[in-house]
């Protein structure tokens, strides 16, 4: 019987950090953050929009692995008139495709080029002056985006109509961003595949931001997996613009209530859990997503999951690194047609050490550390990589009080 109990400190939303930013610097006035992320990606994001000089010659921002920061700040650097920048990142976010985006601000009137590989980072940019007002985006592949045009949108000298294609990926992440701008005075129509974001200016104002559902989800996969829980989680919002908070309704289908209580949020699990769901969509929540698999593969191997063919364009191919390392367990996923499968024969590993790649993937590590409530002793060859989105995790991982 595994039994969980802990006070759990989550770390700020490092996705609404870093939209905050980059409003930020756009706001003509500045303001306060308050609680931003500490997470590797914000504070890589505030570096580089901190760093950029008033100059001609050409500048080179190094974006690492950081995804959301890379795509909001092609968008943002092609605004910034008589300005040069190499922005590139590492090796596999050089692999991570970014021609729609590109293309979408070159019909903008903006100057991007491959400087490497056509269609994937490293980009030469030259900042100009954006004065055409519709663009037709392809979402499939990121919902990142549509969010990096909406962020710059009210500042182009016409305002911007975004028409997005009906297989929007991650479309809670644009609804986030949307709500951020509309917390700074921007008002914006949303259709089903239309955005129409007329010509205004962001109105300063001290800013506090939320705490990150997307870390929360970890610790639902825990209560998932257990027998019984009680696990507080500090300064979460009911009412959150976080697509991720979607997983306080998702789990109920797996015995877990969630209360709130003075700002934070409380997970209970006491009873046996009769879960009727056969297929779950997770087009919506690709952070959500890798938790929830590995939850699912441990306890629930009968649902199916679909939705989650961008995954493989993350930090890392995460439905490849998931396969590759649920079967180091006897965990089997079977993904073919966008459609994910499980075949759990746990009952056969005989081995209780567990030696996991981590692919330098932050959601990786977290999710597979689930194996350590099962009794596994594991050893990662990256862990530091959770900095990315949550620096303090083993630390608040150690404080789960669980019995067996």
């Given at each position: 019987m595994i039994s969980l109990q802990a006070i759990i400190d989550l770390p700020a939303s490092k996705s609404i950090s870093n939209r905050v930013l980059i409003i930020q610097s756009l706001c003509e006035e500045k303001f306060e953050i308050e609680n931003l992320s500490q997470a590797n990606d914000t504070l890589l994001l505030q570096n580089i929009l901190s760093s950029i000089k008033e100059t001609t010659e050409i500048q080179p921002i190094q974006a690492e692995d950081a995804g959301t920061p890379f795509r909001f700040l092609t968008a943002y650097l092609s605004t910034l008139q008589d300005k040069l920048f190499l922005l590139s990142g590492n090796d596999r976010m050089n692999e991570r495709p970014i021609a729609s985006l590109v293309d979408g601000l070159n019909c903008l009137g903006a100057d991007i080029s491959f400087s490497k590989k056509n269609g994937f980072p490293p980009l030469l940019i030259k900042g100009k002056k954006l004065q055409e007002n519709k663009i037709n985006i392809d979402s499939s592949e990121s919902s990142q985006f549509v969010s990096a045009l909406c962020l710059i949108?009210?500042?182009?000298?016409?305002?911007?109509?975004?028409?997005?294609?009906?297989?929007?990926?991650?479309?809670?992440?644009?609804?986030?961003?949307?709500?951020?701008?509309?917390?700074?005075?921007?008002?914006?129509q949303k259709t089903t595949n239309e955005i129409i974001i007329?010509?205004?200016n962001y109105v300063a104002k001290k800013y506090c931001v939320e705490n990150d559902w997307s870390s929360a989800c970890f610790f639902y996969a825990?209560?998932?997996?257990?027998?019984?829980?009680?696990?507080?989680?500090?300064?979460?919002?009911m009412k959150s613009c976080q697509g991720d908070a979607f997983i306080s309704e998702l789990s109920q289908s797996f015995g877990i209530d969630t209360t709130f209580k003075n700002n934070n949020c409380i997970i209970t699990k006491t009873e046996i859990d009769n879960c009727q769901l056969s297929t779950i969509n997770l087009k919506d929540y690709p952070d959500l997503a890798i938790p929830f698999i590995v939850a699912c593969a441990i306890k629930y191997p009968s649902v199916q999951i679909i939705g989650i063919?961008?995954?493989?364009?993350?930090?890392?191919?995460?439905?490849?690194?998931?396969?590759?390392?649920?079967q180091k367990v006897s965990i089997f996923l079977h993904y073919e047609n966008d459609i994910l499968t499980f075949e759990n024969k746990m009952t056969e590993c005989n081995s209780r050490t567990i030696n996991f790649n981590s692919y330098n993937d932050h959601r990786i590590v977290m999710s597979l550390n689930l194996?350590?409530?099962?009794?596994?002793?594991?050893?990662?060859?990256?862990?530091n990589c959770?900095?990315?989105?949550?620096?303090?995790?083993?630390?608040?991982?150690?404080?789960?009080?669980?019995?067996k």
């Amino acid at each position: 019987m595994i039994s969980l109990q802990a006070i759990i400190d989550l770390p700020a939303s490092k996705s609404i950090s870093n939209r905050v930013l980059i409003i930020q610097s756009l706001c003509e006035e500045k303001f306060e953050i308050e609680n931003l992320s500490q997470a590797n990606d914000t504070l890589l994001l505030q570096n580089i929009l901190s760093s950029i000089k008033e100059t001609t010659e050409i500048q080179p921002i190094q974006a690492e692995d950081a995804g959301t920061p890379f795509r909001f700040l092609t968008a943002y650097l092609s605004t910034l008139q008589d300005k040069l920048f190499l922005l590139s990142g590492n090796d596999r976010m050089n692999e991570r495709p970014i021609a729609s985006l590109v293309d979408g601000l070159n019909c903008l009137g903006a100057d991007i080029s491959f400087s490497k590989k056509n269609g994937f980072p490293p980009l030469l940019i030259k900042g100009k002056k954006l004065q055409e007002n519709k663009i037709n985006i392809d979402s499939s592949e990121s919902s990142q985006f549509v969010s990096a045009l909406c962020l710059i949108a009210p500042t182009l000298q016409n305002g911007l109509t975004i028409n997005v294609n009906e297989k929007t990926v991650s479309a809670s992440y644009i609804d986030m961003t949307l709500s951020v701008m509309r917390d700074f005075g921007i008002e914006y129509q949303k259709t089903t595949n239309e955005i129409i974001i007329p010509t205004q200016n962001y109105v300063a104002k001290k800013y506090c931001v939320e705490n990150d559902w997307s870390s929360a989800c970890f610790f639902y996969a825990m209560a998932m997996i257990a027998d019984e829980a009680t696990i507080t989680l500090n300064g979460l919002q009911m009412k959150s613009c976080q697509g991720d908070a979607f997983i306080s309704e998702l789990s109920q289908s797996f015995g877990i209530d969630t209360t709130f209580k003075n700002n934070n949020c409380i997970i209970t699990k006491t009873e046996i859990d009769n879960c009727q769901l056969s297929t779950i969509n997770l087009k919506d929540y690709p952070d959500l997503a890798i938790p929830f698999i590995v939850a699912c593969a441990i306890k629930y191997p009968s649902v199916q999951i679909i939705g989650i063919a961008h995954l493989v364009h993350k930090e890392s191919n995460r439905i490849v690194a998931l396969q590759n390392e649920l079967q180091k367990v006897s965990i089997f996923l079977h993904y073919e047609n966008d459609i994910l499968t499980f075949e759990n024969k746990m009952t056969e590993c005989n081995s209780r050490t567990i030696n996991f790649n981590s692919y330098n993937d932050h959601r990786i590590v977290m999710s597979l550390n689930l194996f350590t409530l099962l009794g596994f002793t594991l050893h990662f060859d990256i862990k530091n990589c959770v900095k990315k989105s949550f620096p303090q995790y083993w630390e608040e991982f150690k404080k789960l009080y669980a019995t067996k």
